[in-house]
């Protein structure tokens, strides 16, 4: 696992933990455009994914999702 701050790159860019507790990990993850992640498997954790600049495409089960930045005057 990464340490604070130390950025890890990926063949789709990079991400960097910002935050560590026993109980969950906040990383900022930057995708380069038309590049993808594989499809993880979560049975013990969950995900929670904001989308901050541009469109993501996600999967989860066999639902497939559209994720935006969101409009703060709506």
Known sequence: MANINEVVHKPWSSYKNIFISHNFIVKILTI???CKISLQYRSKRAEHWVVTEGIAFATKGKSEF???KKNPHT
């Open 66 to 68: 559209i994720l935006k």
């Open 32 to 34: 380069n455009p038309k």
